[in-house]
């Protein structure tokens, strides 16, 4: 999943039903008109410029004008262009068609004498897919209209979509409900309707383009396909809830048993060779800045000693992988009774859940303000990388006091080495709920990858310069 982040933007404005049924027709004039041009305007470029370059005769350079918009087109990259967060399911086709273009040319190299060097032939592949996939990528993220929802389900299920909705940023508009076992209850003033068989017809005069069906008891497979054919008349997307929380789509694939569909979902190891590679990696990384910013460091701790009395470094007992505890290090940022008056400062706690944290803590120091505002506080945990305890990237590392209070769920953060930075930190650190948190943290623990590490890196110094929830 995305990974996923918790800011609440303003539903976009519903367009005029009228011009949403326009966009709903299927893959007719609107649509032909969005991806043609981008396909063959990319085609005819990239092969003019390749020809220029004496690479191609002339007569390749129609074929090929043509032959590349043609697989674009068979491969589906034009469906679900006007769905939200369907991006991956584009380039993957993109990809598709990449491939077969690259065996077109080689088994034309093998099967006629054209004068076209392979490697000219290769790098004209790998171009026409890169730049083909960053522009589907590109226009299927942001949709040229908002994906008009139906959703059909209990009513605790549309209720809890429907605040998904809210705190996502994909441009997706809820137009209707259709209430499944259960009373009919207004939602936020849109229509309901009741039953399945009610769905194609409240679709169309919504102005729906997708139908979300949840998951439940009360819909069997024979009712899904025939809302499969009735919602084909009109070319309205069809999906189908899972059920499941915060999975990214690379660990799922459609499995067949017998006459059954069923959805795969694979698991992240939590060892292996992969991990191993995480964890050498990191150490060395965390050893080289440790090297190349002692200087700074020192001056750092030369300034904490002379602006406040007592030690430069804090040093704090933490939970790590598997619940076992390591002594964490930070540069000191508050006074050193901070400990004891902590407990006169409970009523004031602004913290989320098991957090302590306050916006105007009086315990920081002048010096200890500006290193938490920089993260520059954080930095003496390059050392607990090294050291094995810590990783560069994981959740946030958690007080006994804390864990001893965790139900079963955050427990889940244990199975793997805090971070010193996250998607916790990089979606707002103190700003988030409690639950915010650990749903973040859960994500990162079932959808780890090597991609999504260097993502939270990158994106960690976006959150360090902008400052959100660093008190």
Known sequence: ??????????????????????????????????????????????????????????AAVVILAVVWPALVAITGTHRLR??????????????????????????VGVLTPLPVHERALLALTATLTAVTAIGSLAGSRTPAAPTRLLIAGQ???????????????????????????????????????????????????????????????????R????????????????????????VNPARTAVAKMGGLRLLHVRTVPERGPMRAFKGATERAVAGLALLALWPALLVVAIAIRCDSPGPALFRQERVGRDGRTFTMLKFRTMRTEAEVVKATLSDQNEGAGVLFKMRNDPRITRIGAVLRKYSLDELPQLVNVVRGEMALVGPRPALPDEVARYDHDPRRRLAVKPGLTGLWQVSGRSDLSWDESVRLDLAYVDNWSLALDLQIVMRTFGAVLGHRGAY
């Not at 006007?82 to 077109?104: E, K, N, P, S, W």
């Not at 499944?180 to 409240?202: N, Q, Y």
């Open 1 to 58: 999943m995305t990974t996923p982040t918790l800011t609440t933007p303003t539903l976009t404005a519903v367009p005029s039903a009228a011009a949403s049924r326009v966009r709903a027709l299927g893959y007719g004039g609107t649509r032909f008109a969005q991806w043609l041009p981008e396909t063959v305007a990319i085609a005819l470029g990239l092969v003019v410029i390749a020809w220029m370059m004496g690479h191609l005769p002339p």
């Open 82 to 107: 006007d769905v939200a967060g369907t991006h991956l399911v584009r380039v993957r086709a993109v990809i598709q068609a990449g491939c077969l273009f690259g065996l077109g040319c080689w088994i």
């Open 223 to 246: 009712e899904l396909q025939r809302l499969g054919w009735a919602l084909a008349a009109s070319n309205t997307h069809l999906f189908l809830g899972t059920g499941l929380l915060d």
């Open 155 to 221: 009513e605790a299920e549309v209720a809890d979509v429907l605040a998904e909705i809210e705190a996502i940023r994909q441009p997706i508009v809820p137009v209707a409900i259709c209430s499944l076992g259960g009373p009919k209850h207004p939602f936020s003033g849109l229509p309901v309707s009741d039953g399945l068989s009610s769905v194609a017809e409240t679709a169309q005069q919504s102005g729906a383009n997708a139908v979300m069906v949840l998951p439940g008891a009360c819909v069997s497979s």
